[in-house]
């Protein structure tokens, strides 16, 4: 069981910087692919970003490709996202989650099996 805790959002202007974290219980942290998703008002949830375990590779989504950058302390339990250049269509409930086995599949990455609850991101213009 991993019970997953984000903190860092927050309102913003368009142009900001913001560094969201994600603080992970339980001792296999580091077994566990990390993503970050997002869920704008009446949108569907969408990916974000993730990183593979030992942090070696991580890999973004195109909307957020060379302004966002994800990371993870595995000493520390914690994986973190940092949003350079906001722009208000980043406004939504961001989210982490931890997976084991993480496929491609059908347009979707699939096998992430525990999630936060979420924390507001709004950039306001």
């Known amino acids: 069981q991993v019970q997953l805790v984000e903190s860092g959002g927050g309102l913003v202007q368009a142009g900001d910087s913001l560094t969201l974290s994600c603080a992970a219980s339980g001792r296999t942290f580091s077994s566990y692919t990390m993503g970050w998703f997002r869920q704008a008002p009446g949108k569907e949830r969408e990916f974000v970003a993730h990183i593979i375990p030992t942090g070696a590779s991580t890999y973004y989504a195109d909307s957020v490709k060379g302004r966002f950058t994800i990371s993870r302390d595995n000493a520390k339990n914690t994986v973190y996202l940092q949003m350079n250049s906001l722009k208000p269509e980043d406004t939504a409930v961001y989210s982490c989650?931890?997976?084991?086995?993480?496929?491609?599949?059908?347009?979707?990455?699939?096998?992430?099996?525990?999630w936060g609850q979420g924390t507001q991101v709004t950039v306001s213009s």
């Open positions: 989650a931890a997976g084991r086995r993480i496929v491609y599949n059908l347009g979707e990455f699939r096998g992430y099996e525990y």
